[in-house]
């Protein structure tokens, strides 16, 4: 198989010193596990799609069990969801906009934040040196307990493009 084939590779690589840790991208928990029984590294992270509207319990806990850092994509959900559903921004989201306006930082801070607290490794996306400077400025400050737990409560498994983990299933 392609991704055992690939692995191997890696696996080498890091063996002879060529690369410092070796991961994964969208790799579920069969995917994972197939891995593990072919191979004698674990993965140093995975990175996947993680934002309050999906935060996929099993898998940061399985990662989590296993050692495994979570990079997270697309930690603002994409600006957009898809067209045809007729949602706006999930940075427009009014619980987002009203935390963002307590702690007086943006949705996408707030966003960002709340992917730092729960540990993993946020990846934004932007090309505008000022988007990136605002992207970095988080960590002066923290979100309370509440509002943690406001926001987790916004999961609804929201996909924001194609998902190999549920596409490309083992």
């Given at each position: 198989e392609g991704r055992a084939h690939a692995w191997r590779a890696l696996e080498d690589a890091y063996k002879q010193g060529v690369l410092?840790?070796?991961?994964?991208?969208?790799?579920?928990?069969?995917?994972?596990?197939?891995?593990?029984?072919?191979?004698?590294i674990t993965p140093a992270v995975n990175q996947i799609e993680l934002h309050p509207w999906l935060q996929r319990t099993e898998l940061v806990d399985y990662c989590?069990?296993?050692?495994?850092?979570?990079?997270a994509y697309s930690p603002?959900?994409?600006?957009?969801?898809?067209?045809?559903?007729g949602v706006t921004a999930k940075l427009d989201d009014p619980k987002v906009k009203a935390t963002a306006q307590q702690v007086n930082k943006t949705p996408a801070q707030v966003l960002l934040r709340?992917?730092?607290?729960?540990?993993?490794?946020?990846?934004?996306k932007s090309s505008k040196p000022?988007?990136?400077?605002?992207?970095?400025?988080l960590f002066d400050w923290q979100?309370?307990?509440?509002?943690?737990?406001?926001?987790?409560?916004?999961?609804?498994?929201?996909?924001?493009?194609?998902?190999?983990?549920?596409?490309?299933?083992?």
């Open positions: 410092r840790s070796i991961g994964v991208s969208n790799f579920g928990i069969g995917h994972l596990e197939k891995l593990a029984s072919t191979s004698s989590r069990s296993k050692g495994i850092v979570l990079e603002l959900a994409r600006p957009y969801r898809q067209a045809e559903t709340w992917s730092l607290q729960k540990g993993f490794v946020p990846l934004p000022e988007r990136q400077a605002e992207n970095a400025a979100l309370s307990e509440a509002q943690m737990a406001e926001l987790d409560a916004l999961e609804e498994g929201f996909v924001s493009g194609w998902d190999p983990i549920i596409d490309d299933p083992v």
